[in-house]
């Protein structure tokens, strides 16, 4: 049947936008899809899903690496995002559901260089060579331009790793070192003793973090299943104490607060559970609907169209009320006048839509 080969090819492209493919092929497998499934979407769900998992154990065999390096010379670390998530999935499950491509791993700022000098000593080496004539402002050999961590690490056919002293630009590193450890969890993993924050403070961490990388980017880039998932998995365990996350929105961290609420109420429909009143936005973000245009996109256009990404962004844009993607202004101005109206055009298309599908 063509139609499903179809249909299977376009939701397997979808996922992988999305990042999603080792969350979508394990939330069929648990309310027992996977046979109803296309036979040609298991097989490319499960071969995507095979590549995240060898890459997840890269990181995992690194992050095992870098907290036994720590631990044998009496430097105490705290894991974040993604081996926080990997070593917490007992505790909250699918969150390592997503691809996970690096090691974060927090330190006192007292400890930070010793312990940057002893990974590089230890088989280590900067990702990126230094170069003084070209260094940006706050780098250095050790430090990264934003000073919150230290300039990544790696070793042959490693992750990077970053050794953290905070987790915001804006956050003070004591601050930061009190939240990670204060409520921190220690679990047995792959024969260590970890330390991963509470499930408070891998939420907030993951909606910064996510929230950051939007307004950096020129599109909405993490408002996908990829992000999404780290909050989603958190939230439906039902441990966070959501006065702590209330009492931060609008802060240096998080400014645009109703940005923050209107993501948090999409990994709420995720996870299937509610928001406290607290932090409920005053209109939830429409995810089935923009999930089912996400699809159509795929199914009608395919994973390659030129016109795809354009779809796809200003219909997430169209749903956050942000104006048409900005341009470049260094392009020639009949290449401008090109992409303003494809992205015009983009735009008619999905309001066109939602108003019909309703």
Request: hydrophobic share 45%; aromatic share 6%; proline share 7%.
């Amino acid at each position: 049947m063509p139609e499903v080969a179809s249909s299977a090819d376009a939701i397997a492209a979808w996922a992988g936008w999305e990042q999603g493919e080792q969350w979508l092929l394990r939330r069929l497998g648990q309310v027992a899809a996977l046979e109803a499934a296309p036979a040609r979407l298991v097989e490319a769900l499960r071969r995507a899903s095979r590549a995240h998992a060898q890459a997840g154990m890269a990181v995992d065999a690194d992050t095992g690496s870098v907290v036994r390096a720590l631990a044998a010379h009496n430097i105490p670390c705290v894991l974040l995002k993604g081996p926080a998530r990997r070593a917490a999935a007992g505790l909250y499950p699918l969150a390592d559901a997503r691809r996970t491509s690096d090691v974060d791993v927090l330190v006192q700022t007292s400890q930070a260089e010793a312990a940057w000098r002893l990974l590089a000593s230890s088989g280590y080496a900067p990702l990126e060579p230094f170069d003084p004539a070209h260094a940006q402002p706050g780098e250095s050999e050790l430090w990264a331009p934003s000073r919150h961590h230290l300039r990544p690490l790696t070793r042959p056919g490693g992750a990077a790793v970053e050794l953290h002293v905070s987790t915001a630009w804006e956050l003070p590193a004591a601050e930061a070192w009190s939240r990670s450890t204060a409520g921190a969890r220690e679990i047995e993993w792959q024969g260590l003793t970890v330390r991963v924050p509470s499930a408070t403070e891998l939420l907030w961490h993951g909606l910064t973090h996510a929230q950051r990388w939007a307004s950096q980017s020129r599109g909405p880039s993490t408002w996908i299943l990829r992000y999404w998932l780290d909050a989603a998995a958190i939230q439906a365990a039902a441990d966070v104490d959501w006065s702590h996350i209330a009492e931060r929105l609008g802060g240096p961290e998080l400014p645009d607060a109703a940005r923050a609420r209107l993501w948090l109420s999409a990994a709420a429909q995720l996870a299937g559970v509610p928001l406290p009143p607290s932090i409920a936005a005053t209109r939830a973000f429409p995810l089935p609907e923009v999930l089912r245009w996400r699809l159509v996109v795929f199914t009608r256009t395919g994973a390659d169209s030129r016109w795809r990404d354009k779809l796809l962004d200003e219909a997430t844009r169209a749903e956050l009320r942000l104006p048409l993607m900005p341009l470049v202004s260094e392009r020639p101005l009949p290449i401008q006048l090109r992409r303003r109206t494809a992205s015009l055009l983009a735009r008619a298309v999905y309001v066109t839509w939602r108003s019909l599908s309703r």
